[in-house]
Nanobody, 120 residues
Framework: QVQLVESGGGLVQAGGSLRLSCAASGRTFSRYNTGWYRQAPGKEREFVAAITWSGGRTYADSVKGRFTISRDNAKNTVYLQMNSLNTEDTDIYYC??????????????WGQGTQVTVSS
């Protein structure tokens, strides 16, 4: 079992930056592929970025060049650095773990989500 807790969301102006964190429990977290997804009210949850246990990264086209996913296995934490934010990035962001490597398909473990709001 893995429990995930996101933090770092908030309100930011367009063009600004935020860094999301996902703290995980479980001694085997370092062996899990992890990712970030986002969802707006009334819409399906969509893939944002993923990082494998060995550090391989995948990004959605909409965030390439602006977002960076990273992990610190010693701290059982995954990060999402978000730069050049725009209003279309406004969503609830969810951390995920346990997905297959090099895919956008999520695994079975989800955090509770953190709200990101970008104002114009």
């Amino acid at each position: 079992q893995v429990q995930l807790v996101e933090s770092g969301g908030g309100l930011v102006q367009a063009g600004g930056s935020l860094r999301l964190s996902c703290a995980a429990s479980g001694r085997t977290f370092s062996r899990y592929n992890t990712g970030w997804y986002r969802q707006a009210p009334g819409k399906e949850r969509e893939f944002v970025a993923a990082i494998t246990w060995s550090g391989g990264r995948t990004y959605a086209d909409s965030v390439k060049g602006r977002f960076t996913i990273s992990r610190d296995n010693a701290k059982n934490t995954v990060y999402l650095q978000m730069n050049s934010l725009n209003t279309e990035d406004t969503d609830i962001y969810y951390c995920n773990a346990g997905g297959k490597a090099d895919t956008t398909t999520p695994g079975p473990y989800w955090g509770q989500g953190t709200q990101v709001t970008v104002s114009s």
